[in-house]
Nanobody, 114 residues
Framework: QVQLVESGGGLVQPGGSLRLSCAAS????????MGWYRQAPGKQRELVAR???????NYADSVKGRFTISRDNAKNTVYLQMNSLKPEDTAVYYC????????WGKGTLVTVSS
């Protein structure tokens, strides 16, 4: 059983930055994949960024060059640094892990608005 707890969401103006954190109850080094998805109102959940166990990092085209995913294995934590935020980045951001099955956090709301 894996528990994922997100933090760091909030309200930010366009062009601003936020850093999301996801603390996992297990050793993230052993996860097959871990990362971030988001779901905007009225839209399907979509991939934002993720690590795979092979070391590959995937980013959605819409966030490339603006968002950076990173990890601290010692703290079992994954981060998402979000820069140059746009109103269309407004969504609930979910932490995700794959370890035999899919695990999801409860989500953290990011609102980009002036």
């Amino acid at each position: 059983q894996v528990q994922l707890v997100e933090s760091g969401g909030g309200l930010v103006q366009p062009g601003g930055s936020l850093r999301l954190s996801c603390a996992a109850s297990g050793s993230i080094f052993s996860f097959a994949a871990m990362g971030w998805y988001r779901q905007a109102p009225g839209k399907q959940r979509e991939l934002v960024a993720r690590f795979t166990i092979s070391g590959i990092i995937n980013y959605a085209d819409s966030v490339k060059g603006r968002f950076t995913i990173s990890r601290d294995n010692a703290k079992n934590t994954v981060y998402l640094q979000m820069n140059s935020l746009k109103p269309e980045d407004t969504a609930v951001y979910y932490c995700y892990a794959l370890w035999g099955m899919d695990y999801w956090g409860k989500g953290t709301l990011v609102t980009v608005s002036s």
